[in-house]
């Protein structure tokens, strides 16, 4: 069910992306849908590994535009359920080509204030770089990082922290 | 602050005695020194005149108190009850009757006298060494009567050094950050007080977040990091005047802002398109310089107290860890080689030793090392707890712990602590509120 809705909303940004692009794209969402058949197994609960992957917290940009991504512990790098979110964000973008937005980086309360400021911007710009990679332009994205000042789980366990290690995408218009 | 100062200090008798007690700070004190602090004695008239203009009793008694909280809490000393005295104040600073002293197992004596002259407060103070039956200290202080309870930290100081061999730490002041609401709307605002928990001001309305203040040299001026408009960049706050201005105004977030010893730079980092570099900026020409030029996180700077070393925190080995470099950027070194994760380096003020935060299987501990980070020595293990900043004689951390919440995300808190380098000496920080980030600064009357 959850795949169908992908494909759908990835076909439709496909047709105005050159040849290129598009050959690109079906391969990445190749790997997309196999690491996702790959790895599906592992996950436990909310989360796999240490990434979140529920929904809980998760708003909506628009229909089907989920506002958020996740990371592991210390990491910026990008999990495949982010780049897919990413995808419908840049996709959502680009039909709402007036839509500035703002990436807000996160971290969990398990590091230091100041290496979490720097932390939760090199997130923000993990998202940002990807957007950009789907041509959504650097003068419509902002960053800013919290750190681990608004998380938004206020537990001190291991769902919570990785609710909490997130970048969200605002509208800032 | 302290232009409004008026302090005279006046020796009345030089101080010849040659002390017999001696205080060992080097190591955790099992057995505090008992010391005496007679309630400082004070004639009808100053005393009448006091209660009218500080709403204190007796304020001789009162700078008593203030002498005694200190000294407790230094954990040197153990003061004496004071039900046990036999000597009256009065006659006691004159000429104390050292048997008595002997008695109760005082081994130290304050005794002293308060006086209004012309409106002001003038106090006199001797420490005497009971078991040689001599004087070992004798000083007199002219301010104003608001100062009282300064004269109370500064006597203090005095005491601390003659029996210690060190400066005090005791006429200081901590600001930090002062923390309402729940976890996730927290509200912060800057406070100050004095080292002791008292005089607290807020110096910030709670409008925006505000992060990590620190002192200047003279503690005169703050630097801090603040979200106004949402713009998280570094600040300049002057206390006495309340005027604030954005030093870092970067094309991006400038944060981790600390003074150089001399006070005339300000290091930070900066981030940009997800790299945290370390800048300085001269405060009266502005010129910025990049100091670390790395594709990592580098953050938390701290000069060594002669300018010449900086040590920070970097992920470029994969994991934060504490480097060590020159003041311009060359010759880095990584120093942390334990395992765990460490950040948050502070250079002593004796030049001698790096205070750190590590982690370490889920647990966070405050430490020192050596600054070639030999020596490693973790003084205090807890759920959370980072951030520590020296006293200004370096035997002292004040840091900041939280607390773990339950299943319902419930029961946060934050709140400062201080510990003793030996590792002993554990103490909860009173603050009005919840608290974190504190800096202590240096002696404020030296």
Known sequence: MKKLVIRNIDQGALMKLNKILKNTFLVLFACLVLSACATSKKSTGQMQGDVYTGTDTVEYLASGVPDRVFFATNES????????TLRKQAAWLRKNSDITIVLEGHADERGTREYNLALGERRANAAKDYLMTYGISSNRISVLSYGKERPVDSGSNPLAWSKNRRSVTVKAN | ?????????????????????????????????????????????????????????????????????????????????????LQAPDIAHLKPRFEDWNLIKAQALITGKVKNVDDKLRVEFRLWDVLAGKEMMA????TVPNNWR?????????????????????????IYVAEEGPKTKRIKKLAIMDQDGANNKFLTLGNELVLTPRFNPTSQMVTYLSYFRNLPRVYLLDIETGIQEVVGDFPGMTFAP??????KKIIMSFAKDGNSDIYTMDLENRIVEKITNHPSIDTSPSYSPDG??????SDRSGYQQIYVMKSDGSNVKRISFGNGLYGTPVWSPRGDLIAFTKLHKGKFY??????????????????????????????????????KTDDKGEGFSAKLWSIDLTGYNERLVDTPTDASDPSWSSLLSN
């Not at chain 2, 000083?139 to 002219?142: C, E, G, K, R, V």
């Not at chain 2, 010449?308 to 925190?313: T, V």
Request: glycine share 6%; with cysteine; net charge positive.
């Open chain 2, 1 to 85: 602050m302290r232009n409004l100062i008026i302090l005279f200090l006046i020796f009345i008798l030089p101080t010849n005695a040659l002390g017999l007690i001696e205080v060992d700070i080097t190591r955790g004190n099992l057995n505090p020194l008992p010391i005496a602090v007679s309630p400082l004695s004070i004639d009808d008239e100053s005393k009448k005149n006091f209660e009218k203009t500080l709403k204190k009793k007796d304020i001789g008694s009162e700078i008593s108190k203030v002498i005694e909280k200190n000294l407790k809490t230094s954990g040197l000393f153990n003061p004496l009850d004071k039900n046990a005295f």
């Open chain 1, 77 to 84: 790098v990008l999990t495949t359920a982010s780049r897919e």
């Open chain 2, 258 to 263: 600390r003074f150089s010893p001399d006070g």
């Open chain 2, 150 to 174: 300064r004269v109370g930290h500064i006597i203090t100081d005095k005491v601390y050094e003659r029996l210690t061999g060190e400066k005090g730490y005791f006429d200081t002041r901590i």
């Open chain 2, 139 to 142: 000083l007199a202080f002219t």
């Open chain 2, 366 to 403: 405050i430490g020192v090392m050596r600054t070639d980070g030999s020596g490693e020595r973790l003084l205090t293990e807890n759920f959370y707890q980072e951030a520590p900043s020296w006293s200004p004689n370096g035997r002292v951390l004040i840091f900041y712990r939280e607390t």
């Open chain 2, 308 to 313: 010449k070393f900086i040590c920070f925190n």
